[in-house]
């Protein structure tokens, strides 16, 4: 904002580049700082409180750029991010805990591998057995 620049011009010294980026950076640091602190008091509220997202909050958390970029940065592919909520909802209950979050976070990093498939392969085939099972009954 060049009106901050302008309005902390005195504890800047001189007006020269070095000074800008120092500025820039201390100002960035500071924006990250309050950003991790929000992000660890929501977490612990939502640990502490057994507090759960739903899945218009976490839709709005896909709007904010620093969430997307904390994804993308994180190795989490975002292109068809209005179905990372129902792939974190493990439980299909409507809703995400703290463990859902994370876990499902995790489980979403980096490409899919050969063992991502061949599980999804034995999980599918786990529960058409059950089923079959169940109609026999």
């Known amino acids: 904002d060049p009106s901050l620049l302008f309005e902390n011009h ?9 000074n800008l980026k120092n500025f820039t950076l201390k100002a960035r640091a500071a924006r990250a700082e309050h950003s991790i602190r929000a992000n660890e008091l929501l977490f612990r509220r939502l640990r502490d409180e057994g507090l759960t997202i739903g899945r218009q ?10 969430f997307q970029d904390l994804l993308e940065n994180s190795g989490i592919d975002t292109s068809h ?11 299909m209950g409507g809703s995400l805990d703290l463990d859902e979050i994370v876990k499902g ?3 979403l990093r980096g490409p899919v591998t ?8 034995m999980k599918v085939r786990f ?6 099972a169940k109609r026999r009954l």
């Open 57 to 66: 909050q976490f839709n709005e958390w896909l709007e904010v750029q620093q």
């Open 105 to 107: 976070l995790m489980k």
């Open 81 to 91: 991010h209005a179905d990372i909520f129902d792939i974190l909802d493990s439980d």
């Open 10 to 18: 005195r504890l800047m010294g001189s007006l020269t580049w070095d």
């Open 114 to 121: 050969k063992n991502d498939i061949i599980a999804i392969r």
């Open 127 to 132: 529960l058409s057995e059950t089923m079959r």
